[in-house]
């Protein structure tokens, strides 16, 4: 997330200019109150708003990394859709969405999709609403998973988004936990 990001850049940031990691450490907090990230410690900082940012929650970079893979056609979306897609090019694929489903048979392939995509290193990203997910990807049925295709630039080569890039980071604080937190996706 931002925070592992600032965190890793502020502590080679101090390796490389003899500074004290735990005084650049302390001047990193985020500021709960009005969403916004203190990265200049106060005096003289020079991001925006004198030092503060905005730190989107991660259910509304989700939401952009959905509308951006959706309008790029690099989003698949169904269950079904979805495990068949994995099956022929699992390489392919960067992300898998997940919402609840209240069918028993729809549970047990998730449970399967889910130990398939951390087999093959396809982050996982469990959400609140199949609704709100199939709404963000513009399909008239109600659809529970979504898998997020890598983008590929001339010549075969991988590249990530600055949106896909969070999700990442997101996904690396969380890739090991038993239970995955559930993202709360924005309304609209």
């Known amino acids: 997330m931002v925070i592992a990001t600032k965190i890793r850049t502020s502590s080679i940031s101090s390796t490389i200019d003899g500074g004290d990691i735990d005084a650049k450490l302390a001047n990193l907090f985020l500021d709960s109150t009005t969403g916004k990230e203190n990265v200049g410690g106060g005096g003289g900082g020079g ?6 940012m905005m730190v989107e929650p991660i259910g509304a970079t989700v939401r952009r990394a959905l509308v951006a893979a959706s309008r ?30 209240g069918n028993p048979a729809n549970h047990m392939h998730q449970v399967l999709l ?12 469990k959400v609140d609403s199949a609704e709100k997910l199939s709404r963000m990807l513009g399909t008239p049925r109600v659809e529970s998973c979504a898998l997020l295709q890598k983008s590929w630039s001339e010549g075969r080569t991988e590249t990530i988004t600055d949106v896909e890039d969070q999700l990442v980071d997101y996904c690396e604080e969380h890739w090991e936990a038993p239970v995955k937190p559930i993202v709360k996706l924005p309304e609209k």
């Open 47 to 52: 991001g925006v708003d004198g030092g503060m």
């Open 114 to 125: 889910e130990a398939f995509c951390f087999e093959h290193d396809i982050y996982i990203i």
């Open 72 to 101: 790029e056609d690099r989003a698949i979306v169904g269950l079904s859709e979805s495990i068949n897609a994995l099956s022929k090019t699992p390489e392919d694929f960067l992300f898998c969405f997940l919402a609840a489903s």
